[in-house]
């Protein structure tokens, strides 16, 4: 069984930074995409950024230039560096791990869909 937890949530001003951390815990070697994602009340969650097991990332427009996605392998984990924070950044930010291999075998998309806790993320102005 796959657990994600999330770190490094709070309150920041408009202009500020803060860096999410997720980290996946279970018996893995390997993890195909991991991303983040956010959701504010009354509203469908949405994608904020992902990255490939490759490196490679991909960005919401409203995110690009503000917002850094790494991950670190050997332990499992994603970053979301987040930059120039704006109001308009609120939300709850959501870490997504999608496909795996572990000591029981491996696991595509379709059958590996994990999702953190959440993490909340408020930026005055």
């Known amino acids: 069984q796959v657990q994600l937890v999330e770190s490094g949530g709070g309150l920041v001003q408009a202009g500020g930074s803060l860096r999410l951390s997720c980290a996946a815990s279970?018996?893995?070697?390997?993890?195909?995409?991991m991303g983040w994602y956010r959701q504010t009340p009354g509203k469908q969650r949405e994608l904020v950024a992902t990255?490939?097991?490759?490196?490679?990332?991909n960005y919401a427009d409203s995110v690009k230039g503000r917002f850094t996605i790494s991950r670190d392998n050997a332990k499992n984990t994603v970053y979301l560096q987040m930059n120039s924070l704006k109001p308009e950044d609120t939300a709850v930010y959501y870490c997504?791990?999608?496909?795996?291999?572990?000591?029981?075998?491996?696991?595509?998309?379709?059958?590996?869909?994990?999702w953190g806790q959440g993490t909340q993320v408020t930026v005055s102005s």
């Open positions: 279970g018996r893995i070697f390997s993890i195909n995409a």
């Open positions: 997504n791990l999608r496909g795996y291999c572990s000591g029981y075998g491996c696991y595509d998309a379709g059958d590996a869909d994990y």
């Open positions: 990255i490939t097991s490759g490196g490679a990332p």
